[in-house]
Structures are given as C-alpha cells and as structure tokens.
C-alpha cells in the first residue's frame, strides 16, 4: 500500500470531503455569478472561464494525492484575491457574491492545510506504532 494514497482518520476524511465540497461551491459560484447572478455584461460573461481551471484538481482532491492538497493551497489565492478586489469595487449585488467567493476561498485553505497536517502527523504516528 503506498502511504501517500493512505487515509487513516475520520478527521482526514473529512477534511478530503470538506476540500471537494468547497472546491465544488466555489467551482459552481464561479460560473453562476458570471453568467446569471450579476455578470459584468448582460447575458453572461467570458470571465466564467475562470471556473475552468478550479477543475484540474478535483480528481487530485477524489484520489488523495497529497501534492494536489498542497498546490490548490497556494493557487486559491488568487481566487481569494479576485474575491476581495471585487468585493471592495464591485456595486452590491457583485460585491456580496464576491465575499463569498472569499469565504469559499478560505474555507478551502483551511481544508487543504488540515488535511495535509493530520495526513502527515497520521502517517508519522503509524511509523512510530510500526516501529515500537
């Protein structure tokens, strides 16, 4: 069994579910604030796009590869980012779907951060286990 792939809490498995779920609603918000809540244009936007690449790691995320977990960790930033220029810019109903592209953004993080953090101190507490 290759202990990258292994999952041996429920609290990681939580946290996996926790990452995919938000990656989904943060996936989803994307393309419904572009296209049908408040697009910049009427009719929808191109900037949907934006929702493409939260796609790429999804499957990462289903298979539990650790390397997936720790780069969405950086890239959702930029997300977050977007989120808080167009909340601090963008007219009203813009600016509340931009906060919670925001919250998503952060919940994501912690998601990620969590699961990385208990997978590896679950991996190193079963070496110790292996060993004594």
Do not use: I
Request: hydrophobic share 55%; with cysteine.
């Amino acid at each position: 069994m290759n202990p990258s792939n292994t999952e041996p809490g429920s609290d990681v498995a939580a946290t996996r579910w926790w990452a995919v779920g938000s990656l989904l609603a943060l996936m989803l918000l994307c393309v419904a604030w572009e296209l049908w809540l408040a697009p910049l244009r009427p009719g929808g936007s191109w900037l949907a796009l934006k929702a493409l690449p939260l796609c790429l790691p999804l499957a990462g995320l289903l298979k539990r590869r650790m390397y997936t977990y720790r780069w969405v960790s950086l890239v959702v930033w930029l997300y977050f980012t977007e989120g808080v220029v167009r909340a601090w810019s963008d007219p009203a109903p813009s600016r509340w779907l931009a906060l919670a592209e925001v919250a998503l953004c952060l919940s994501l993080f912690v998601a990620c951060t969590l699961h990385v953090r208990w997978r590896q101190r679950a991996v190193k507490a079963s070496a110790l286990g292996a060993a004594g």
